[in-house]
């Protein structure tokens, strides 16, 4: 398989749950990142990860952990969410994420998470 | 901080139609510029991009110019498909961190088009 790919598509849960979102790359990547994507705002850059070292976190609030145990995967953790939290959930890959380089900005999408809490 | 405006959506169009989106900026910096795509269902993908003033980036006849002076990078194409409906987000690069340790995009709201047959 190839691209950017995110387990589960659709997740309902309730504000005392806790479940994962997975998100892997089979492009050869070395940076990772989570996007939160609102009905009607811009999309809003949660975490940003480059060479499994976590480089950005964007005040996202302690409910969401994210990890990442190697370049082609990334999870977010989920605990106690609120309903104000249902969104679409979207994960990124690029080449790097402190280069220079041409490509490094360019980032590949997955399809996305969508998250309903109760 | 930098930031992405773009038009409202949602727009629709009768196919064969010509499109334009407004996306204008504010940048400290020298950003690039970028369209990306969202087809229903799908992620984001990214339509075209420019990295320095005066440049083109063109790409499924949709093309944008990044203007400095007008800090603009409006979308435009001559003739939409009802294939191209779909939601449009303009976005700019920026680096932050320590010597510019963290490369990311921030983007608009997204503007929603349908093209009806």
């Known amino acids: 398989e190839t691209g950017v790919t995110q387990t589960p598509r659709h997740l309902v849960m309730g504000m005392t749950n806790k479940k994962s979102l997975k998100c892997e790359q089979h492009?050869?990547?070395?940076?990772m990142y989570w996007y939160k994507q609102s009905a009607k705002k811009p999309l809003e850059l949660m975490f940003v990860?480059?060479?499994?070292?976590?480089?950005e976190n964007n005040s996202v609030p302690s409910r969401f952990s994210p990890e990442c145990p190697n370049s082609s995967h990334l999870f977010l953790h989920l605990h106690t969410l609120q309903p104000e939290d249902s969104a679409l959930y979207l994960c990124?890959?690029?080449?790097?994420?402190?280069?220079?380089?041409?490509?490094?900005?360019?980032?590949?999408f997955g399809a996305g998470s969508r998250l309903t809490v109760l | 901080g930098d930031s992405v405006t773009q038009m409202e959506g949602p727009v629709t169009l009768s196919e064969e139609a010509f499109l334009t989106i407004n996306c204008t900026y504010t940048?400290?910096?020298?950003?690039?510029l970028f369209w990306y795509v969202q087809y229903p269902g799908e992620g984001l993908q990214l339509l075209l991009k420019?990295?320095?003033?005066?440049d083109k980036g063109s790409n499924k006849g949709f093309e944008a110019t990044y203007r400095k002076e007008t800090t603009s990078f409006h979308l435009e194409k001559g003739s939409v498909q009802v294939s191209d409906s779909a939601v449009y987000f303009c976005?700019?690069?920026?680096?932050?961190?320590?010597?510019?340790?963290?490369?990311?995009?921030?983007f608009g709201t997204g503007t929603l088009l349908a093209v009806q047959p």
């Open positions: 940048a400290t910096g020298y950003p690039s």
């Open positions: 420019a990295t320095k003033a005066d």
């Open positions: 492009l050869g990547h070395n940076a």
């Open positions: 990124a890959s690029s080449p790097m994420a402190g280069t220079g380089a041409l490509g490094a900005n360019v980032l590949t």
């Open positions: 976005a700019l690069s920026d680096w932050s961190g320590e010597g510019g340790a963290t490369n990311k995009l921030i």
């Open positions: 990860y480059n060479f499994k070292e976590q480089t």
